[in-house]
T-cell receptor
Framework: GQSLEQPSEVTAVEGAIVQINCTYQ??????LSWYQQHDGGAPTFLSY????GLEETGRFSSFLSRSDSYGYLLLQELQMKDSASYFC????????????FGQGTTLQVKP | SQTIHQWPATLVQPVGSPLSLECTVE??????LYWYRQAAGRGLQLLFY??????ISSEVPQNLSASRPQDRQFILSSKKLLLSDSGFYLC???????????FGEGSRLTVL
């Protein structure tokens, strides 16, 4: 089977740093991506890691360790608008195209 | 850049009625296409995905079906809706070298 695990909720204050972890078990692995979804909206892409290491995009960074089947999303200088749900997703194979999501982490940023 | 048109945006259907959700993609060719369903407050459940015309992979056995009659058209259907089919349906296409899904605005289905 295939599964992804991430915490259901995280709370942090404005200006802080928060890390959202994701562990996965999949039969195939091509890369790990992260998405943000605000209430009522569609998910939007944040980052993608195909190789081990850290990818940085502005205030957001994403890390992958293929040997540990683990990744995380790091959000710095939190803002109120960062309150949303965050999903990790595994792209299992470029041949089959299968891409599955975790259950999501709800981030609440407090003043 | 690609654009995804998904319709209808909202619909309320009685149990046992048929369903057809349509999704068309612009700005890319031969994309991987996906249908996801999201229940309120939950994650995205992969329903179907397609790597080409007429090629459909199903993830979850259920009363839904999908078709890809053209390269950039993906259709989700049901002959008889169940209460459990209620949810937020999202069409998406894969862009770039992998991993980056671009979503449509979604179709919110309520089955009564």
């Amino acid at each position: 089977g295939q599964s992804l695990e991430q915490p259901s909720e995280v709370t942090a204050v404005e200006g802080a740093i928060v890390q959202i972890n994701c562990t996965y078990q999949t039969s195939g692995f091509y890369g790990l991506s992260w998405y943000q979804q605000h209430d009522g909206g569609a998910p939007t892409f944040l980052s993608y890691n195909a190789l081990d290491g850290l990818e940085e995009t502005g205030r957001f960074s994403s890390f992958l360790s293929r040997s540990d089947s683990y990744g995380y999303l790091l959000l710095q200088e939190l803002q109120m608008k960062d309150s949303a749900s965050y999903f990790c997703a595994v792209y299992g194979s470029s041949n089959t195209g299968k891409l599955i999501f975790g259950q999501g982490t709800t981030l609440q940023v407090k003043p | 850049s690609q654009t995804i048109h998904q319709w209808p945006a909202t619909l309320v259907q009685p149990v046992g009625s048929p369903l057809s959700l349509e999704c068309t993609v612009e700005g890319t060719s031969n994309p991987n296409l996906y249908w996801y369903r999201q229940a309120a407050g939950r994650g995205l459940q992969l329903l179907f995905y397609s790597v080409g015309i007429g090629q459909i992979s199903s993830e979850v056995p259920q009363n839904l079906s999908a078709s890809r009659p053209q390269d950039r058209q993906f259709i989700l259907s049901s002959k008889k809706l169940l209460l459990s089919d209620s949810g937020f349906y999202l069409c998406a296409c894969l862009t770039g070298g992998g991993g980056e899904l671009f979503f449509g605005e979604g179709s919110r289905l309520t089955v009564l």
